[in-house]
């Protein structure tokens, strides 16, 4: 019964807070960097403009998306599909090569999960005087510290969750709406929920995030192999661990190099103790690489006691780079990126779409002639206002009228009548018609357009 109750103990017991030390390194100099790059990113970008929209806007009631100097329509759906796909498989290799780097470097619950630590410690104080903080009683001074806190959180949060909408609804138009109390219901709750999110995930849950809700954690282990690079301690130089003065030779205490500070596991921001082995927790951050070098530097140790290593390096076989699930990874990214590449720079920025009238499969004229009716919907997918000449390339009996003539206005969608006619001896049934759509002004921008045209069958 105890056994169970333990186990249930377990199973519900609450874990403690994590309160990660501050380090200072190579590799937590490179963490800072990507979050200054990547949150300086994601705030700056929605005020550049770029060939005269905002850089990134993804304008849904408009059905456009403007991403540096492209405007994706929902007919070019397939090109935002790839890069998704394309970002996946970006994922898959980096994993593959480096195992977690992504989530100790770029994922946006590390980098959100910093910014708030940073804010935190200039706040509160280093790990010691938070720890003191919380545990103290409350006070006019902890109630002014925490409070001084949460205000520079949530003022954060707030402006992520404004950053976020400001990619779907022009960044400008945003603030504005906002100065003045007309922002839309829709564009309010997401401004909430986006910094609310912010707020929960990097504030208070933190590494519970990573540890229990994040599936990549989960199924990277299928893309690992004995070649991925993973942060491991060295078990046979660290063992038996112990603690010693500087003067002592571990050897001739029969101690390892590890000197049981635990400082390894003080500036883990998820809790781990990389002792014990690869663990699922671990984000790679290499956060306990710094503080032990800086460890073994004091006590005249070779550094490296915790490293980037592979498990065939542990082992002390050979790593290879190369190997095929790299190869093919490799092959695909290229192959999807120069094909992206391809297809968006040699896209037509003109799209043309013939409907049928289908009140009447075709209308006998008095003078002896045929007529099909359609109605023509254009979009002009360029920057500049085009003129459109329309012609039959391969039927030379027929002739086409439209009312208005087709003029559009950048990135204008127009509708027209298009009535086609033909003499009643051009031919029977059903005949293929390939009409070409071209600008008037240089250089010409041209589409051709297949449909069918109907005489009669007697």
């Keep these: ?61 408009a059905r456009k998306f403007y ?55 200039l706040v509160e104080g280093d790990r010691n005087k938070r720890m003191k903080l919380d545990a103290s009683p409350w006070t006019s001074r902890k109630i002014l510290i925490k409070t001084a806190k949460q205000f520079l959180w949530i003022s954060f949060a707030l402006w992520t969750g404004f950053t976020f909408v400001g990619f779907f609804t022009p960044v400008r138009e945003l603030g504005i709406s906002i100065l003045t109390f007309q922002l839309g219901a829709w564009e309010v709750f997401w401004l909430l929920f986006y910094s609310f999110a912010t707020y929960g995930n990097a504030g208070m849950l933190r590494e519970q995030v990573c540890k229990y809700m994040c599936p990549y954690a989960r199924f990277q282990s299928a893309m690992f192999d004995k070649d991925t690079l993973v942060i491991a301690y060295s078990e046979p130089r660290g063992e038996p661990r112990g603690g010693r003065r500087k003067s002592v030779i571990p050897s001739e205490q029969g101690l390892g190099d590890c000197i049981s500070c635990t400082l390894c596991v003080q ?43 592979t498990e065939h390096r542990i082992s002390g076989k050979e790593t290879h780079v190369f190997r095929p699930r790299i190869i093919v990874y490799s092959l695909l990214l290229i192959s999807l990126a120069a094909g992206v590449i391809w297809s968006v720079s040699d896209r037509v920025l003109l799209r043309a779409d013939l409907l049928r009238d289908r009140n009447a499969l075709y209308r006998e004229l008095p003078d002896n002639k045929i007529e099909n009716v359609y109605t023509l919907k254009l979009i002009n997918m360029d920057f500049e206002p085009h ?22 206005e950048p990135e204008e969608v127009g509708q027209f009548v298009l009535r086609m006619q033909a003499p009643a001896s051009a031919g029977k049934g059903s005949l293929k018609i390939d009409v070409r759509f071209s600008t008037m002004e240089e250089p010409v921008i041209e589409r051709t357009v297949s449909t069918r045209f109907l005489m009669p069958f007697d």
């Design 267 to 309: 500036v883990c921001p998820t809790g781990i103790d990389i002792r014990e082995g690869l663990q699922i927790e671990c984000i790679a951050c290499a956060a306990c690489i710094d503080v032990c070098d800086q460890v073994m530097d004091k006590m005249g140790y070779d550094k490296g006691l915790i490293s980037y290593t």
């Design 67 to 121: 991403i540096f100097g492209l405007t994706f329509w929902p007919q070019d759906f397939i090109f935002l599909t790839l890069m998704l796909i394309i970002a996946g498989l970006s994922l898959f290799f980096v994993t593959a090569v480096a195992g977690r780097l992504w989530c100790g470097y770029a994922c946006p619950q590390t980098v959100w999960t910093e910014a708030f630590l940073w804010i935190e410690r």
């Design 1 to 61: 019964m105890s056994k169970n109750v333990d186990t249930d103990d377990s199973l519900y017991r609450k874990d403690p807070k994590v309160y990660p030390r501050d380090v200072k390194g190579t590799f937590a100099s490179l963490r800072k960097l990507a979050m200054i790059v990547l949150l300086g990113l994601y705030y700056i970008i929605p005020w550049i403009n770029w060939a005269g929209h905002q850089s990134v806007l993804f304008d849904l009631p």
């Design 387 to 408: 003129q459109y000449r329309i012609e039959v390339v391969n039927n030379d009996d027929m002739v086409l009228l439209i009312s208005p003539a087709p003029a559009l």
